[in-house]
């Protein structure tokens, strides 16, 4: 029975040991209605402080199994620090293919994407804005549950 304790004790030290990404933030909007309108435009602020270490964006996304489609395109605006005027990024974003269903997590009927949005990359010190705008045809794009923006500092 010890060597059961004993092998649960390192697999848990190992798995919380082998992930080196630190969180720098995340945060989410619910969709109001789960009907994500074009009008809609959730933003999220948040400060760089350290300009050596390379951050990776991600947008993040919480929808029900009727989602229509197997992508999202989305605007992502960045208004960097010192800047007049923001940066327009288009995505086209995988959701599903028909070989492996979604490409995310699900429970129940639920799945929730962490999609990179480039590569990763060093960034000014400053408080960054980053706004996410849907620009699909529907409008409004059905069985959208929240949509966000994560950031990790990379080792």
């Not at 082998?18 to 619910?30: A, F, G, I, R």
């Not at 923001?86 to 994407?113: C, F, M």
Request: glycine share 4%.
């Amino acid at each position: 029975m010890t060597r059961v304790y004993l092998l649960l004790a390192i697999s848990c030290q190992l798995i919380t040991s082998s992930c080196t990404t630190v969180d720098l933030y995340e945060k989410t909007e619910p969709v109001p209605g789960h009907a994500w309108l074009n009008s809609f435009r959730p933003s999220f602020d948040f400060t760089i402080k350290d300009t050596n270490a390379l951050y990776q964006l991600y947008m993040v996304l919480r929808h029900n199994e009727k989602y229509p489609y197997t992508n999202i395109y989305v605007n992502l605006y960045v208004q960097a620090p010192g800047q007049d005027s923001a940066l327009i990024i288009q995505r086209d974003l995988t959701l599903a293919t028909s070989e492996k269903g979604w490409l995310a997590p699900g429970v129940d009927d639920i799945y929730e994407h962490r999609i990179p949005l480039g590569d990763a990359q060093t960034l000014r010190s400053g408080k960054y804005t980053f706004t996410l705008e849907q620009i699909m045809r529907d409008n409004p794009l059905p069985h959208i549950l929240d949509a966000g923006i994560r950031v990790e500092k990379k080792p």
